[in-house]
């Protein structure tokens, strides 16, 4: 593709490098959050695993762990499809000359884009809300098992 | 090896109670992370989810925080990457190619110092301080004496009120937000907290600012502010997605603060609290359509259903009509005597203004049209409450009885036989004693 002024029309998360470095000394029992992906900007997390997690824990910790990953599939499927399309047109529309009706055409695209991601959009939106309440859900439950845990070795500790 | 002994826990449908079942027969899930000289690799069990998404079996991660065998200083090695990068030649000043804090793995855990901070930012502390300088506003324009723990408690109870929608929008809103330039870098997108504690911090705000409202204030009140935290958090945040009309209920949501200063302070609705509130729902179009002009690709791409992105040129039509509307509803706003009527002239001026700025944006959608507009709907509130704070208080002057919230026969408002409080027994009429304090006008 030619160096056009039209490039500015890409976005910056095209032109961003991959992250190159990591952090060290990494503690089991702390969650670490990634910095953003390049291409699908879900950022995701590491657990950390306590010593005596309970049951309600690891749920909570798989579950989260699946729905980073299904958040990141996703975004980065459609960011990758948003790429190309507009790629495609930024080369097509390469020659023209006049802000104006770049903007027309941009503007054609986006809302060609939304329309045809319509049902996409709404299924994922609507999975989404269901698997977010539910990690709030599982959230609450491993927290009050948490606390469960705490209580039941403060009082087997002051029995012994 | 390891992918053999995962393909055997193979799940085909992931739920809750699957899981606990594999649980129960000791499941073990081995997430593997190797070691510095392989490629930096996390291996985690492959599970088909329920949606229609393809599935895939390679690891997309950014790799994982390794064990290494010495400690190194984080600072030496940006130091390093940095003198390594490679700067863009054609002098772009950007800063995409550097590398900063935001590129590392950290830590999860907000300490209690930062939470006040975090709080902050989950419940839009600017927009929220804005909406309760709305709604200060339209109890200052109420004709009633004003009692400092009304003022108090509205105040507060207004900011909680707006903290907890604007938290639990976050809450719900985070992977679109990622996908914005204007959002990504919220407190949830980043994940600073978890979303059990930013909808208890919302939930907890929420009951917390309509109880102060309820005990402290009234329950119009109360009432007002719980249906704007119903109508942002689970009407708005839901349309954004489905429809265009989001926008005119989101217009909604930011006239009801002045309401709730005005019933605040009288106790009831008056045709005041109404003009107070068509101002702010006119205005939220040209601010808000400019806006979403400048950022429709990032609309379009997280899936919202916005005008901007629909039909750029009725964007800026339903822009360009609700400021023309402005002109007619500033002149009507004397009427109802909050203010002096030259209001209404010095108004004209900064409406016609504003309507040539938004004709400007029909004409020629762009950036720079929209920035124009944008610009100025910022700069617009304070002026019109500017003006209205200086007509009141001209009104007041003129006002040969302090006790009483109209002299006969001196404001047009009292001329007009339609607008209640001039007829006998009129439903809605502004009450002259303050509902806490039991003090009327001037004692």
């Known amino acids: 593709m030619s160096k056009s002024s039209h490039l500015r029309y890409l976005g910056s998360f095209v032109r961003k490098p991959e992250p190159q470095i990591t952090v060290t000394n990494l503690q089991p029992h702390i969650d670490y959050v990634s910095p953003a992906h390049r291409l699908s900007n879900i950022r995701q997390i590491r657990y950390g695993k306590k010593k005596d997690e309970t049951a309600a824990e690891r749920t909570l910790r798989l579950y989260a762990t699946e729905l980073h990953e299904w958040n990141h599939r996703y975004w980065e499927q459609q960011n990758q499809q948003y790429i190309n399309l507009k790629q495609q047109l930024l080369t097509e529309i390469d020659g023209i000359d006049g802000e104006e009706e770049v903007e027309r055409i941009m503007g054609e695209f986006y809302r060609s884009y939304l329309l045809s991601n319509k049902d996409n959009f709404n299924s994922y939106t609507a999975q989404w809300r269901k698997y977010n309440l539910r990690l709030v859900f599982l959230s609450a439950r491993a927290q009050g098992s948490r606390v469960v845990r705490t209580v039941r070795n403060s009082v087997s500790r002051s029995k012994s | ?443």
Request: glycine share 6%; proline share 5%.
């Open chain 2, 1 to 443: 090896m390891y992918r053999r002994l995962l393909e055997k826990h193979f799940m085909t449908n992931f739920s809750v109670i699957q899981l606990t079942r594999k649980i129960t027969t000791n499941y073990q899930l081995n997430i593997h992370v190797c070691c510095k000289n392989t490629n930096n690799r996390i291996i985690v069990p492959h599970k088909r989810s329920s949606s229609s998404l393809p599935s895939y079996d390679k690891p997309v991660f950014p790799p994982l925080p390794h064990q290494p065998n010495e400690s190194i200083n984080i600072s030496d090695i940006l130091r390093k990457i940095q003198s390594e990068v490679k700067i863009d030649p054609n002098g772009s000043n950007n800063t995409d190619n550097k590398l900063s804090n935001s590129d590392f793995w950290v830590e999860q855990s907000p300490s209690l110092r930062e939470l006040p901070s975090l709080y902050l930012q989950l419940s839009k502390s600017r927009l929220t301080t804005l909406v309760v300088l709305t709604a200060l506003a339209g109890y200052g324009f109420a004709p009633v004496h004003e009692s400092l723990t009304c003022f108090t408690a509205l105040t507060v109870g207004t900011f909680l009120c707006s903290a907890s929608a604007n938290a639990c929008n976050q809450v719900m809103e985070a992977p679109f937000d990622s996908q914005m330039d204007r959002c990504k870098q919220r407190v949830m997108v980043r994940h600073l907290i978890s979303p059990l504690h930013g909808i208890t911090f919302s939930i907890t705000a929420g009951l917390t600012g309509v109880g102060i409202l309820y005990n402290l204030v009234n329950p119009l009140t109360a009432a007002l502010g719980a249906a704007n935290i119903i109508l942002y958090a689970g009407v708005y945040t839901t349309m954004k997605r489905y429809t265009v009309a989001n926008t005119w209920l989101g217009s909604i949501v930011g006239a009801i603060p002045p309401a709730m200063g005005w019933a605040a302070a009288t106790g009831t609705l008056d045709w005041g609290a109404l003009t107070l509130c068509g101002l702010l729902y006119l205005w939220q179009f040209p601010h808000f359509n400019s806006l979403s002009h400048n950022v429709r690709q990032d609309y379009c791409r997280a899936g919202y259903n916005m005008l901007s992105v629909v039909d750029t040129t009725k964007n800026a039509l339903v822009s360009l009509r609700n400021t023309l509307a402005l002109i007619p509803l500033c002149a009507v706003i004397p009427f109802t005597g909050i203010s002096h009527c030259s209001f209404s002239f010095y108004s004209l001026a900064v409406n016609a203004y504003f309507s040539y700025l938004a004709w400007n944006f029909y004409k020629d959608p762009n950036k720079q049209t929209a920035r124009e507009l944008f610009r100025f709907s910022l700069v617009y509130l304070p002026i019109i409450f500017g003006f209205l704070a200086i007509g009141y208080a001209f009104k007041e002057r003129t006002a040969a009885d302090e006790s009483k919230h109209h002299v006969e026969g001196k404001y047009l408002a009292d001329l007009c036989p339609v607008l209640p409080g001039n007829q006998a027994n009129s439903i809605g009429a502004v009450t002259t004693t303050c509902p806490i304090t039991g003090k009327g006008r001037g004692e």
